[in-house]
């Protein structure tokens, strides 16, 4: 009893378990198949899976393992460096090709020559290397207020703040009053808002205008305790 359920045992992995080609069905299992099933196994499947099957592989894979097998190897699309990659050597090269075209549209224009860029910028890049620099002693106060970056008071009044400190960077960061040189404020003599819209920036905020004071002597000359001889 033992060698015959050894022998039939033998008989079904062999029926079973034989290697059949790519995109062929899969043999039946069900029983202990004997020589006329092997038989009708062998003529039911044997035409199918005559042919063989070609499986087509991209270029990129056929000259990859081309270069695997023979050693040879490509040069890279971008630098021309010798690799065994199929196009490029790196992602580096490979994003500097594929990321040559913007994805995106340009939808805005250049806020000096209408160029179209992109929009989170303001300006396109030869715009923004040669920024011309404002003359303070032409431009007036109407200019830069029509400026559509300074319509906001804050912002209109930080960049006044930076034209004063500009051009009075020569002169000695010390209190003209008390001396106290570890921190100085510039003081308008005449008041920004009593100037008209003609007025130069020279005129409002140059030396003439100007007063270097600490806090305390800022806050005197501004409530009228200070006088401007002083």
Partial sequence: VTNNFVAALAGFFSATLTPYSAGCNPAPTGG????RNRQWLS????PACSAPVMVSMPSEAVGYERSKKTGQMNACLNCSTPTANPKYCSRSCSASITN???KRGLRKQCGRCGERIHAQHRFCEPCRTRKPKRNYAVATLG?????????HPSYYRGYLN????????????VCEVCG????VEYCHIVPVAEFSPDSTLVEVSGPTNIRILCPNHHWEFDHGLLKPQE
């Fill in 32 to 35: 202990v198949p004997n020589a």
């Fill in 43 to 46: 003529s039911r499947f044997a």
């Fill in 100 to 102: 040559a075209i913007p």
């Fill in 143 to 151: 200019e830069i207020k029509q400026d559509d970056r300074l319509k």
């Fill in 162 to 173: 930076a034209i004063t400190r500009s051009l009075n960077k020569h002169r000695p960061k």
């Fill in 180 to 183: 106290y040189d570890r921190y």
